[in-house]
């Protein structure tokens, strides 16, 4: 079966630090990864990611993709308050299928 | 101002009473889909739509029915709602790049319940 997995399913930081989130996948015909951010609101968009070992970059947040071992990783630097959110790992695979992950809640404190 | 819209945004209703949840873009967008989200469970996919006329089920279509006559538009319908269709429900839609669907923009969500 088709799944992918978030890991951890929630985190708690204070602001500063620095976290990892997780996305691991078993997916037929692999085609990309995306990731997303949700507020309380909509998702919206940070990556696509479609090749192995490209690092996407934007400000704090960072990357990558394993194809071989079938994860991906986000990071986040310097956390702030306002990067709280869910984040959510999304996979296209055969022609246009698409699956998320539950999703990864973080919590950064003051 | 590009965007996704989805009306109505809260629906209270009743088990068995046919309703709709209309969802449009103004992108020009081939790719449409829905999703509902429910705690812990992330995003899980209803239905989608390649293209006008091309539709095809998601991980979860049961009791859902959906139609693509226009580019811009993918409506919901729920013919008999029961209350495990309650959830929260977002619309989407994307491009189709070279390596599939690619970045999805979501409308602002559909809070339903079926009492």
């Known amino acids: 079966e088709d799944k992918v997995v978030q890991s951890p399913l929630s985190l708690v930081v204070h602001e500063g630090d620095t976290v990892t989130l997780n996305c691991s996948y078993e997916v037929t015909n692999f085609r990309s990864l995306l990731w997303y951010k949700q507020e309380k609101k909509a998702p919206t968009f940070l990556f696509m990611l479609t090749s192995s070992g490209i690092e996407k970059k934007s400000g704090r947040l960072s990357s990558i993709l394993d194809k071989k071992e079938l994860f991906s990783i986000l990071n986040i630097t310097a956390t702030q308050t306002g990067d709280s959110a869910i984040y959510l790992c999304?996979?296209?695979?055969?022609?246009?299928?698409?699956?998320f992950g539950a999703g990864t809640r973080l919590t950064v404190k003051p | 101002e590009a965007q996704v819209t989805q009306n109505p945004r809260y629906l209270i209703t009743v088990t068995g009473k046919k309703l709709t949840v209309t969802c449009s873009q103004n992108m020009n967008h081939e790719y449409m889909s829905w999703y509902r989200q429910d705690p812990g469970l992330g995003l899980r996919q209803i239905y989608y739509?390649?293209?006008?006329?091309?539709?095809d089920k998601g991980d979860v279509p049961e009791g859902y029915k959906v139609s693509r006559k226009e580019k811009r538009n993918f409506p919901l319908i729920l013919e008999s709602p029961s209350p495990n269709q309650t959830s929260l429900y977002f619309c989407?839609?994307?491009?189709?790049?070279?390596?599939?669907?690619?970045?999805?923009?979501f409308g602002p969500g559909t809070r339903l319940t079926v009492t």
């Open positions: 739509s390649m293209n006008v006329e091309v539709t």
């Open positions: 999304a996979v296209g695979y055969n022609n246009n299928d698409m699956r």
């Open positions: 989407a839609s994307s491009l189709i790049r070279s390596l599939g669907v690619g970045e999805q923009y």
